[in-house]
């Protein structure tokens, strides 16, 4: 079943921010490197061991990144743990990032309103960016927050920066602040077209229309 809509939530951000992700671990390494003194070792104290994965080759702890475009905010991630595969195709954000879009276009904007960009916060388990294929997974009771709080809930959610697409394999929910509910057993969003296609036992949900609560 393909439902055109218009939802609330985006994800699209510029392609170029992943590049930009590199570079700052780029630049964290380096001053990691300059800055780090002869280690001291003491005969009383047992040497520090920081067991690493075999396919990880750099490691950092409490790391905020935040990407620009033309001097435009447009993401800022935040987690205890970041990691980077041998080969750098692979950054592993670990132990419940969370992040924020900045910039988005409202899909949805209200008749007669100036156009105005919204933001959206989300949180998950994990995630992970592929800079091979341009794409961003979000894993593990990944939810979405916008500015009209509308709530966004599912376990896998799919950036694919090149496709401008956003798909999520899983069940998924949205909670839209005027009371409506839609789920289904899948979604795939174009952030060009500005629109969704649900599949899989679609269910919407809205709130019956009354003189107190207009439609």
Known sequence: MTTPLKPR????????????????????????????????????????????????ELQFQDVTMQGRDKGTVRWRITA?????????????????????FYNLKDWNPKDGAPPKNKSVDWK???????????????????SFTTEDQDHLLTEQVIYRARQHQVYIPNPVELRTHDKMTLKAHEATADTQMEQIELAGNVELISPLKSKDNPL
């Open 80 to 100: 205890k743990q970041v990691s980077a595969s041998q080969n750098q195709q692979y950054i592993y954000f670990e132990k419940d990032p969370q992040g924020s």
């Open 124 to 142: 998950a388990t994990k995630a992970e960016y592929d800079s091979l294929m341009d794409q961003m997974t979000i894993t593990g009771s990944a």
């Open 9 to 56: 939530l985006n994800l699209n951000t510029p392609r170029r921010w992943p590049v930009v992700l590199v570079m700052v671990l780029i630049v964290v390494v380096g001053v990691w490197h300059l800055r780090r003194q002869p280690d001291v070792k003491s005969p009383i104290l047992p040497a520090a061991v920081v067991k690493m994965e075999p396919h990880i």
